[in-house]
């Protein structure tokens, strides 16, 4: 099994920055793949980033090319989200996610496992 857990979600203003970190612990070495998602109440579970386990590979969603960056540090075994000028259309819950295939996965199900959520707040 794998634990992954995020922090660093809160309120930031549009144009501000934020970087949310997922720590995962357990079978790591399992896991080849590992994203972000994010949901709004009311609507499904969103892609937003992918990058493969060695940090190779990162794929973004159209909305947020060009403002958000994933990254990872395998030796904390952590994955890392900055956001840099995010709108207040990006407010949600985000979750990490890992997966033990690798290549560019987008669908939530293709996902094994997944972190408890932190609220990100983009006020305008």
């Known amino acids: 099994q794998v634990q992954l857990v995020e922090s660093g979600g809160g309120l930031v203003q549009a144009g501000g920055s934020l970087r949310l970190s997922c720590a995962a612990s357990g079978m790591t070495l399992t896991i080849l793949t590992m994203a972000w998602f994010r949901q709004v109440p009311g609507k499904e579970r969103e892609f937003v980033v992918r990058i493969g386990w060695s940090g190779a590979l990162p794929y973004y969603a159209d909305s947020v090319k060009g403002r958000f960056t994933i990254s990872k540090d395998n030796s904390k075994n952590s994955a890392y989200l900055q956001m840099n000028s995010p709108k207040p259309e990006d407010t949600a819950i985000y979750y990490c996610?890992?997966?033990?295939?690798?290549?560019?996965?987008?669908?939530?199900?293709?996902?094994?496992?997944w972190g408890q959520g932190t609220q990100v707040t983009v006020s305008s």
């Open positions: 996610a890992a997966a033990k295939r690798a290549g560019i996965r987008v669908r939530e199900d293709e996902y094994d496992y």
